[in-house]
């Protein structure tokens, strides 16, 4: 069975940092479009950042120079490192992966290809 996990979310400063992960049992990581998504309340899903089976990566302009996604396929989890937090970061997040590769920014704008879905962790962010 797929289960995807995140942990990591908390409570920080504006300007603080966090990490999050997200631990996948079921499948690896392996040659799949992996995904951070985030969903403030009364707010559409909103797509952060992906990262290819290739390495590349996209990010949504917001979080970009600022978040990183990257992936330990040994331990199979996906990571989120997110520096100089803001009040409008705070939001539910999400990680997501496919069956297969991304659909170009498609997998990040509208989820694309996202087959598998994790629960949430919830980050929040004082000013």
């Not at 290819?52 to 990183?68: H, M, N, Q």
Request: charged share 20%; glycine share 14%; hydrophobic share 30%.
């Amino acid at each position: 069975q797929v289960q995807l996990v995140e942990s990591g979310g908390g409570s920080v400063q504006s300007g603080g940092s966090l990490r999050l992960s997200c631990a996948a049992s079921g499948f690896t990581y392996d040659y799949r479009c992996l995904g951070w998504f985030r969903q403030a309340p009364g707010k559409e899903r909103e797509g952060i950042a992906i990262i290819d089976s290739d390495g590349s990566t996209v990010y949504a302009d917001s979080v970009k120079g600022r978040f990183t996604i990257a992936h330990d396929n040994a331990k199979n989890t996906l990571y989120l490192q997110m520096n100089s937090l803001k009040p409008e970061d705070a939001a539910m997040y999400y990680c997501a992966a496919g069956d297969g590769r991304c659909a170009g920014s498609r997998s990040l704008t509208h989820s694309y290809g996202m087959d598998y879905w994790g629960k949430g962790t919830l980050v929040t962010v004082s000013s």
